[in-house]
């Protein structure tokens, strides 16, 4: 079995190199391969990566593209590199178990079917800091490791959801050093995508239940009916997730202190508004959530987009997600 690393990187060289070292080091597996995804402009990256590529270890690799619009695009390069395992990576947090990447794949043998999702330890109260979908897992999502509607944080949630409604997660006692970690580098608007990943739920729920219902899924008609039964519980959990999100929704915004006058931002944001249509009327909502949904979510006017989650709708949303 072969795991692959994708490594996401932007603007930390220094780090950067540190990860890849330290990450590398730990590995006991001889198949386990490293990518490090670098964008075009930015050369320091790329400097570090190749370097280490050339002079270390042949098996960390570097893709160099044109930056994406969002994280999860750049994560999924790696679903061209055939695998047994992809493991997500940042240029922050190595991974600094001994042996982790071996545990990893012993963890994903579990599934009869080589569909699921492996876990390490977590990094905080509601996601782990390891996350390694199968390749049958991401053959099942579409070929991706996270889904390419947000510009940050909220993919791997929905990856999260995904595994947690198929009921397929294995655990690897794999850790990663959290004491450095960054800031989210594309931090704007929380709020709003945590108000849009809450009114997608059933687009969300849907692709899981395909996934179980699937005649590649090993399980038995009783194991799926429990497993599909569980939804509103998962949902419950990850609306709970969003709320707090939204509490906390101003402070972030100050902390990460990025304008949505931006080329990229705008993009993503434009196919998520225009995308909310769908999300309310095609899955069977109930209208008058769906109408509340609308009412927080799409522009008040015609011109621009919305700068900010709309203040006068949160006691509702409160309400929703309760």
């Known amino acids: 079995m072969r795991l692959v690393i994708s490594l996401a990187t932007r603007g930390r060289p220094t780090q950067l190199l540190d990860t890849i070292r330290r990450s590398v080091a730990n590995w006991t597996h001889t198949d386990t391969q490293m990518w490090v995804m670098c964008d075009a402009d930015d050369q320091g990256s790329i400097d570090a990566a190749t370097f280490y ?72 109260a509601s996601f782990s800091g390891v996350v390694a979908p199968t390749a049958g897992l991401v053959k099942a999502m579409g070929n991706k490791i996270f ?36 800031k989210t580098q594309e931090l704007r608007e929380p709020g709003w995508w945590a108000t849009w990943f809450d009114a997608a739920y059933l687009m969300l729920r849907k692709q899981a239940h395909d996934i179980v219902d699937d005649v590649k899924f090993d399980a038995t008609e009783k194991d799926r009916d429990r497993i599909k039964s569980c939804a509103p519980l998962i949902e419950y959990r990850s609306r709970w997730i969003n709320d ?8 972030l915004e100050a902390w990460s202190k990025l304008s949505t006058d931006d080329a990229r931002y705008q993009r993503v944001k434009e196919r998520a508004i225009a995308m909310i249509p769908h999300l309310l009327d095609d899955y069977g909502m109930d209208p008058s959530e769906a109408a509340r949904f609308r009412q927080a979510l799409m522009p008040s006017t015609a011109q621009g987009l919305p700068t900010a989650y709309p203040a006068k709708f949160e006691s509702a949303i409160k309400r929703w997600v309760a």
């Open 53 to 124: 590529s050339s002079q270390t270890d042949h098996r960390v690799f570097v893709s160099v593209r044109p930056r994406e619009d969002t994280i999860a695009a750049k994560w999924n390069r790696a679903t061209e590199i055939p695998a047994d395992l992809y493991l997500v990576a940042a240029d922050d947090d190595p991974y600094i178990t001994p042996g982790y990447d071996t545990r990893l794949l012993e963890a994903a043998a579990r599934f009869p079917d080589g569909i699921g999702m492996v876990y390490g330890h977590m990094a905080n």
């Open 244 to 251: 707090n999100v939204r509490a906390n929704a101003t402070n």
């Open 147 to 182: 889904p390419e509607y947000f510009p940050y944080w909220f993919c791997d949630h929905w990856t999260d959801n995904v595994a947690r409604l198929i009921d397929r997660i294995s655990f690897a006692d794999v850790r990663t050093d959290q004491s450095h970690v960054g």
